[in-house]
């Protein structure tokens, strides 16, 4: 749907928009001609809020976002029924206690009321001064205070009343509050934005003093907990101990150190003395092979020596077993070793001199010092590794008591914290008391206005207009968007695709005659003269296509299929042609019905030996049109091929053709009946009637969908019913 054809709707219907948005502003002027005068009166509240003047208990940063929820909250607060409560109280209060000075004075219709006239005056200014000065809300189910309630109505000072006419705003990008009112008395307007920031300021300084206490009363409570807390944590470390593990591992590790040098230095004498040991015995070895029988000699010699020397190699391994203490044991292993020696002296001295001797003697010397040498070392190497594991395992504990104490500490670091922060804010709760952090106060209080608001009714006149003017627009566009009727030609063209014959705009038959659309030459009537003109071009189409037998038909009933094919009859009896028209619509026979012919459709039959065309004459009416024929039919709810005999007149419709120029039949809707089909074989070509109002279903698309398969027996289509600005091609 293009915007050209939008614009063509609206223009179509441009007198109903004009008269709709006249219509709204009368309605908007009748409205407004007993408008009461208004005035205005303004109250201005400072919040301290972006400006800080006040005694600072601590730093704060300035935070756009809570300032705008402040002002929220306070403009909520100064609209709250609290508030607006306690201001109708006063002002019910003031026109009570000083009628002559009343704000609002009842009429005479609010005076025959049930409330005004039971009105117990002093019963009703005891309540309100006890509700007001307790600061208490009237309720709905007391009903002496629902009198009450029903009174405030009566005199519009009730809640929806005053709120209606009350605005409450932040002044941009400043710290002020605007409190505005209007009413039709000046002072009621200053009288009620005075008393609202006076309620306000009243309201908050009792909330304020009342949560305030309770705040100090419960961070009282929670202040004295985490103390309990912290000092039972510093109790708890002080049982534990705090003794530096630090200091005590470095100790152990420096001993560790020491103690694994020394474990290596053991372990480099032992592997010298044990390679040494190696060679001397090897030598042994060879020096024994080879001194065999000398040995033999001396053998008893020998042994006595050899009993010395294990004799002596017991007492000290039994002395390094007790730890190398004991005094005894080392005496005796120091006189058992000069034994030895003065025995291997003597062995010496008593031997024959030679170099081997001497040799022997000293290896063994050797190999006995090597032996108790590697056994020494054995016994500090295995000292060595026994405290190591001990100074080890001294270590892990040390770790774990030290994790312990760093627990303890974190325990107590926490619980200080906590308790320095509920502290701080138990501090700030009670410094508030004293120094409040907030600064209310009014700097403008609300006078009586000297004049009144301007009524602006000519605003509002010209908005009910252009409000008018926009829905009938938006109306007439929607309405045109969700219909979805074919309307114009080329919309035809795109959700169809089929051969487009004509197109024929819409007339009303009964108010113009076909005689007066196609000879009167002064007709001025703009519809009828473009429905002249595009039957014209369809008279066209038809006898350029060299065909004589039409039918015409459409896809659903009502399409207009009688009246065009009336007005292509009389347009092309306007040419000098003989048309004859034969009425095959049998649900509905409105061609005999219009023209008086006779029905004689169904009853006629003929064999072929015996028909010619002096039988038809008597059948064929003549039309009040010059040059027009017609057939009727009977009509009922059948089909032709029931109620047409073998023989019948269209069997020999082409026996006719010489006779007469063009002959027309009209079928029933293909939606509806299956009249067109049956038809078909009897003429040359077919068009069909498709209305411009109408919308293309699934029964549509069947129809046309067999219309097209008829291929070159389908002329084409005309499209009726078209609005003549909706004439695109």
């Known amino acids: 749907m293009d915007l050209i054809y939008l614009f063509k709707s609206l223009m179509r ?65 100064l609209k709250s029924p609290r508030v607006l409560g306690m201001t109708s109280y006063n002002l019910m209060l003031h026109d009570l206690e000083n009628p002559e000075k009343a704000f609002h004075i009842p009429n005479a219709e609010d005076r025959k009321t049930d409330i005004y006239r039971t009105l117990d005056r002093q019963k009703a200014i005891k309540m309100l001064t006890r509700k007001y000065n307790d600061e208490q809300l009237l309720s709905s189910y007391d009903p002496e205070e629902r009198k009450i309630q029903e009174l405030l109505k009566l005199y519009r000072y009730n809640l929806e009343s005053l709120r209606n006419l009350l605005y409450v705003g932040r002044v941009q990008r400043t710290d002020f509050i605007d409190i505005q009112y209007w009413s039709v008395n000046p002072e009621l307007s200053a009288y009620i934005v005075n008393q609202v920031c006076t309620e306000y300021l009243r309201n908050y300084e009792s909330s304020r003093n009342e949560l305030t206490v309770q705040n100090i009363e419960t961070l009282k409570k929670l202040v004295d907990q985490k103390r309990d807390e912290l000092d039972a944590k510093i109790a708890n470390i002080k049982i534990m101990g705090t003794l530096d593990v630090s200091v005590e591992s470095s100790s152990k590790l420096e001993q560790i150190s020491n103690f694994e040098n020394r474990l290596a230095d053991e372990k480099s004498l032992l592997n010298s003395a044990q390679l040494t ?13 080879n001194n065999s029988q000398s040995n033999n000699a001396t053998s008893s010699a020998n042994t006595e020596l050899s009993s010395l020397r294990t004799q002596m190699n017991e007492t000290y391994t039994e002395y390094v077993n007790k730890g190398a203490n004991d005094a005894d044991l080392y005496t005796k292993y120091q006189k058992l070793k000069s034994d030895y020696k003065a025995k291997l002296a003597a062995m010496a001295s008593a031997a024959p001199t030679n170099t081997v001797g001497n040799t022997l003697a000293d290896l063994q010397q050797k190999k006995s010092d090597l032996e108790l040498q590697v056994k020494s070392s054995e016994v500090n190497i295995g000292a060595y590794e026994q405290k190591i594991r001990q100074l080890n395992s001294s270590m892990g504990a040390a770790a774990s008591r030290g994790a312990n104490n760093l627990a303890l500490q974190k325990e107590v670091e926490l619980a200080q914290q906590e308790y320095e922060s509920i502290k701080s804010r138990y501090d700030a709760a009670v410094n508030n008391k004293i ?135 009389y347009s092309l009896s306007l040419t000098h042609k003989k048309v004859l028209i034969i009425d095959t619509q049998f649900p509905n026979n409105s061609l005999t019905r219009d023209f008086g012919a006779k029905p004689v459709l169904e009853s006629f039959n003929s064999s072929a030996g015996n028909f010619n065309a002096d039988q038809i004459k008597k059948l064929i009416t003549e039309s009040s049109l010059p040059g027009i024929y017609i057939i009727g039919c009977q009509g009922g709810e059948y089909t ?27 079928g029933a809707a293909m939606n509806d009946r299956a009249d067109s089909k049956e038809l078909i074989k009897y003429v040359d070509t077919l068009i069909a009637i498709i209305s411009a109002r109408s919308s293309i279903k699934q029964t549509d698309k069947e129809s046309i969908a067999f219309l097209q398969g008829l291929q070159d027996k389908f002329e084409g289509a005309v499209l009726n019913f078209v609005e003549p600005e909706n004439i695109d091609i």
Not at 277 to 289: H, S, T, V
Request: glycine share 2%.
């Open 13 to 77: 219907r441009k007198w109903l928009i004009i008269s709709c948005t006249l219509m709204a502003a009368l309605v908007a002027f009748l409205l407004t001609l007993e408008q009461e005068k208004q005035y205005r009166s303004v109250a201005q509240i400072a919040t301290g809020f972006t400006v800080i003047d006040q005694v600072k208990l601590k730093d704060e940063s300035f935070n756009i976002y809570e300032i705008d929820v402040k002002f929220s909250n306070v403009i909520e607060a």
């Open 277 to 289: 040991l190696q060679q001397i015995n090897i030598r042994l070895a060879e020096m024994n092979k």
């Open 435 to 569: 120094a409040p952090m907030d600064n209310f106060h009014q700097i403008l209080f609300g006078q009586p206005a000297v004049e009144p608001e301007p009524s602006k009714r000519l605003i509002i006149i010209a908005l009910a207009a252009v409000a008018m003017l926009v829905f009938c627009c938006i109306a007439i566009v929607f309405f045109e968007y969700i219909d979805l009727s074919i309307k114009t030609p080329t919309q035809f063209l795109k959700v169809l695709e089929m051969k487009l014959l004509g197109v024929v705009n819409r007339i009303n038959p009964k108010k113009v005659s076909l005689e007066e659309i196609f000879t009167d030459p002064h007709l001025k009537k703009h519809d009828s003269a473009v429905f002249r003109e595009l039957l014209r071009k369809l008279r066209f189409e038809m006898e350029n296509s060299g065909k004589k037998t039409f039918l015409f038909t459409s896809t659903k009933p009502r399409e207009g299929k009688t009246t065009i094919i009336k007005a292509l009859a």
């Open 640 to 666: 032709p091929s029931e109620v047409l005999k073998q023989g019948n007149l269209l069997e020999y419709i082409e026996k006719l053709t010489p006779h007469y120029d063009y002959i027309l039949l009209e």
